[in-house]
């Protein structure tokens, strides 16, 4: 009795603290719904509110059409004009069908880099005839300049032919920008299939001129399909596949294993300081070097699946990122690692909270680092750019003082996923590890100081499409919370409280539900806008004398910067001019 | 040596057998798929030209708005009238706003009941005249006819009371039906978010006036939303717990089970023909019998769904009686019944396909009998409509001969669920039990003539959807073809034919993506119409001289039944004056 009366005790206070859990997770739960449905609105209303505020933008009043079905006997710009004219004779205004343009892209940069080879020669000649060898080279390389002049004002002039109308008239692609007189009768124009045929003339809003992705204009509905099955099962792929050095960096977090697989460590590996770097900071450190080669990867690959804009592009990554992340990163490390038996836990449904409640307290310590080695000095180097600096660094000698600089914009596929997987193990960690709290919460003050700098000193917008990637946002923190909802049942079952993880259950299904409402009361409006802004927008403008202006130029908007016109020959022949005096 | 010869020679040709299998899996996909295309382009062509041909119907030129914002100095009424004389000036005609009537019907069905009592009465008296006990009852009857007919012509006045102008304007709907002069204006009004807000004046394509369901006309979002919830909880433990039957059903095709429970039936059971009778046939009557309550239970229950139209109730409840007829009938029977053992058979994901080889094959002659019980009977009562027989050979002595006679309609969610299950057994027990097959066929072949007959001369159709319930046959069957691939797949595993196994794999991702295709080519076509075809359909009219008429009637087309005038009392009036002469 006086054995068992203590541990029955103890047993009693075990459970009640249990409940507090129980009770964190409920009160953590409507707290984040609660923040999630205002801040939703907010930004919905800040979108809202953007596009009334907003002077009439040329993508506004313009759709795309792809898949426009060709035949033999008009061109396709013809056909576009009569199927415009026949069924929008009041709005329609003009159109811009889109050329194939790779052959020219593939000379643009030729002729580019031969304009950067002859401006270093000159560069280098200029610094000879400083040090006074003028003979000894000096007819070498005049003549080298002379040879790429030759070459540059050649391609120059095969540019210029397939530039000209005649030319490009054969390489018409199947889709075209169309133009409409008001907003309204652009949106609608998108809504509605247009041909009796849903898999041709379909129809979709222009993204803004300078955010549009040139180079890949696939066209045919069957081409852009398959493309895209066939993007989607490469990232797949790699997601599954890149679990390989994941697994090689677990090896490297076990000592032993280490100890066994190299013997000759054994006399480092018992130095404290090295095993403490090895255990603590250099598996993750391995993970966040191979990891940062996955946004650029996923971007590319988005990039052949047909999206039109570089705002889609960088979306879809961004989605695909944060999928590869929670799978890698999350699940890898708490199922350490090996393909199979993550495989073995995804298809064994039942088991997965219990799993997940055994894996996931067993490795608090490991993503407490994660925040540290990852987190902390990803914001920091992102304060110092740290990689864009070397690589200006390195490349500035051999690039010439007239090179354009660019202002970068902020590639959201990078860092979104990033500071969302942190908001993932905040919610996870929550009531297992509460230690990583204020170790996020030193991130999260960081990331808010240094990006606000970066965004207002550093970055240019690349485009602007009116805060259209919340949905990610919230839809991951939902994800968060249903899987930290699966390990709370997990974790109440494994302790034996059954009716906290029965009641448990409701919580999934009641987040999910507040999803789905959001998603019909919020997200129609991060798709398209309503009749009723549009309309008011519109009559806005009927009096704007501007509008006459705006009209020409909305005509001319879109263009590929492959047809430009462009200036290498003037600017080599300034160059030649000084050696020729 | 001589022993193990032809084992081996058997077991090869064993596999030979296995691979013809194996070609016939893949063979058979192909076939329903290329017929799967030509039919859905079929129907979707069909569909079009019923369009191109039809002369104006007012569904065409209306829209249905709901949720609608309340506000206290407006009327419903007046607020529909300035949304859309501000939004669509040019393109409105006209709106109706829908009323609560629930209380006018069921004073109405009060007063049809009163009526019906009134008529029999003076049926009775004639009857009692001709038998010449004039005096006896006369005055007693005569008082209660006079009773009668006071409160009929009471609950008359209330109607009218109910359905005049004004109070009629306290019972105003959130919902309204909104007129537009073409075609595409109403389509254009239907695709697009009217309001900034997605909740508020949620438009959808209106029904045929005739195919309106009036009772249930849930207004506000969440309401409706909320029921919908519900309605799908409701209909989802339906078919789960519709499985305590079943159970009893499977326990009497086993003998020995049945001999266990019920000791004094020993004697009985070794009758052969009664345990034919037993074995074969009396289970499958006992789940016939009570799967027959499933349609219209499925049916009320969606009902309460928010539907606007019967074809989408029926639509709906088709849905919800095929998923109940393969989780009840096929996996149920299947997995011989336990609510349990279904449950962990789903949520065992891998195991699946090898369950699945181990139970259907062993279940095959149950359902051949299921064929000629379920499906001959069906087919063949259908032709004499015995149900409906019996029911009126009961009611007529009841009913007076002025009644009026409804044609009936068939009720798509009772016969088109059976049919489609047939097509389910079919594909799924074509290469497991080749004897199905002749069964199926002759099935085939008397549904085929019998419904033809049917819907030429019996049936007469209650609303007309143009083809809208095609895809739901398509899916089904393409969901018949994965689970015939997992079938094949678990048996080709069981049977250690690893490669033909592996093989087997790619079938349903072909499949899938067959299925994906036409949900991109024709579902859209089932869904609404394109610009072109609206367009061109609307010009027509343009100069047709009958549509300022169309227009007066387009107006009145939307009237609840409930608020049309009615004609009891003088029906009444009639029966009274042979009484008083």
């Known amino acids: ?173 199947r889709a075209a920008f169309v133009f409409f007189k008001s907003r309204y009768a652009a949106a609608t124009a998108f809504h509605m299939q247009q041909s009796v045929n849903p898999t041709q003339w379909i129809a979709e809003p222009a993204p803004e001129p300078r955010d549009v992705y040139w180079p890949f204009f696939s066209e045919s509905f069957m081409r852009r399909w398959i493309s895209k099955l066939v993007v989607l099962v490469a990232t797949t792929l790699f997601t599954l596949l890149f679990l390989i050095p994941v697994v090689i960096v677990q090896g490297l977090t076990n000592l032993k294993q280490l100890e066994v697989l190299f013997p000759f460590l054994t006399s480092i590996l018992t130095i404290k300081f090295v095993t403490q770097i ?155 590890a509460p230690l990583i709290l204020p170790f996020l919460l030193a991130y999260l003050c960081l990331a808010y100081i240094i990006y606000r700098n970066q965004f207002i000193n550093v970055y240019a917008p690349k485009y602007e499409t009116g805060g259209k990637l919340w949905p990610t946002v919230h839809n991951t923190m939902i994800f968060s919370l249903i899987l930290m909802h699966m390990i709370a049942l997990g974790i109440f079952a494994l302790k034996k409280l059954s009716p906290a993880s029965s009641w448990m259950l409701p919580l999934p299904v009641l987040t999910l539900l507040f999803n789905e409402y959001c998603r019909k009361r919020f997200l129609p409006i991060f798709i398209a806008y309503s009749t009723e802004s549009l309309i008011k927008k519109d009559r806005e403008d009927q009096n704007d004398p501007r509008m006459a202006e705006f009209y020409k130029k909305l005509v001319i908007a879109y263009k590929d910067p492959a047809l430009l016109p462009f200036q290498y020959t003037s600017n080599t022949d300034d160059l030649f001019d000084p050696l020729l005096s």
């Open 278 to 432: 090895i255990t603590g900071y250099l598996p993750s450190l391995i993970l966040q070097l191979s990891l940062k080669a996955v946004p650029p990867i996923m971007g590319f690959l988005t990039s052949m699946q047909g999206y039109i804009s570089h705002s889609d592009i960088e979306s879809s990554a961004c989605n695909k990122v944060i999928w590869f992340t929670v799978w890698n990163v999350f699940l890898a490390t708490v199922f350490s690692g090996s393909f199979i038996s993550l495989l073995s836990v995804i298809l064994d449904p039942k088991h997965i909270p219990e799993r997940l409640a055994v894996a996931v307290p067993a490795q608090a310590s490991f993503f407490i680092t994660y925040v540290v080695t990852s987190g902390w000095t990803s914001v920091t180097s992102e304060l110092f750019r740290i990689i864009p600096l070397l690589g200006s660094l390195i490349t500035r000698p051999f690039s010439s003082p007239d090179d354009e600089f660019e202002v970068p914009s902020l590639p959201f596929h990078r860092d979104v996923p990033r500071v969302l997987f942190f908001g993932l193990l905040g919610i996870t960690y929550f009531f297992l």
């Open 1 to 173: 009795m006086l054995l068992t009366s203590p541990t029955t005790h103890w047993m009693c206070s075990q459970y009640q603290m249990l409940w507090v859990h129980f009770f964190a997770v409920y009160i953590l739960t409507g707290f984040i719904c609660l923040l999630l449905h205002h801040e939703y609105k907010y930004i919905a209303l800040k979108r809202l509110s953007y596009f009334y505020s907003s002077d009439p933008r040329p993508h506004q009043f313009t759709i795309l059409v792809r898949s426009i079905p060709s035949s033999s006997s008009y061109s396709i710009s013809d056909s576009v004009e009569s199927f415009f004219r026949e069924f929008y004779p009041s709005t329609y205004v003009s159109h811009v069908v889109i050329r194939r343009t790779n052959k020219i892209r593939s000379l643009l940069i030729k002729a580019k880099n031969l304009y950067k080879k002859i401006t270093q020669l000159r560069k280098h000649n200029r610094q000879k005839n400083k040090q006074g060898d003028y003979f000894r080279l000096f007819g070498q390389d005049d003549g080298l300049i002379d040879q790429y002049g030759k070459k540059l004002s050649e391609i120059e002039q095969n540019v210029r032919l397939h530039q000209s109308e005649n030319s490009l008239a054969t390489e018409e692609a």
